[in-house]
């Protein structure tokens, strides 16, 4: 008896194995909500689409930001997320969405001014996937100003046949302890 149920839980365990072995169909990537106005321009290609994340963050003080252009540029269920120095030594990544990045950032970008510009760019893809290792820097009140900081946006794209969309982007600004290597500060 212990023998059958044995064979029988192995049988199950086969057949659980088995079904999760079979990939499902690969679900389409959801359309920007109906409320974000997208322009064709800003995800006919990777190169507008990063040209279009920087536009959109950056401008001057007093300058609101078009978050709707933002939101229209990532999938709905995409993170957004940031690598810091704690004061103990440790790093932490903070995970956010769109909305989070929005609700944290708005009021600091229109009160400082703000410009984040691509330096230089690494990307690599493969059919409707692409990695876009952006090296950025930023300024305060002018695009003309001395950058403050550096550091990569590490942006994953898919395209769904008509569009690129981003699905996450995670930064690292360099600190005293990590400095940008010579291979991200020129295009490759």
Request: proline share 5%.
């Amino acid at each position: 008896m212990h023998t059958s149920r044995l064979a029988a839980a192995a049988v199950l365990a086969l057949a659980a194995f088995g079904a999760q072995a079979q990939a499902p169909a690969p679900a389409a990537v959801p359309a920007a909500p109906k409320m974000y106005t997208v322009r064709a321009s800003d995800v006919q290609s990777i190169d507008s689409i990063v040209a279009a994340l920087y536009d959109v963050i950056s401008g001057p003080v007093g300058k609101a930001r078009d978050f709707d252009r933002l939101h229209s540029l990532f999938t709905p269920d995409a993170r957004m997320a940031a690598i810091g120095h704690r004061p103990d030594g440790s790093y932490a990544l903070r995970t956010m969405t769109v909305d989070d990045y929005v609700a944290r950032n708005a009021k600091v970008l229109v009160e400082v001014g703000f410009f984040e510009s691509e330096k230089a760019r690494t990307t690599e893809q493969f059919g409707q996937l692409a990695h876009v290792f952006s090296t950025y820097e930023a300024r305060k009140a002018s695009p003309e100003a001395a950058p403050f900081m550096r550091g990569i946006n590490s942006i994953q794209l898919v395209n769904d046949g008509s569009r690129w969309w981003i699905a996450s982007l995670i930064w690292r600004a360099e600190d005293d302890k990590l400095k940008l290597p010579e291979r991200y500060l020129q295009s490759r």
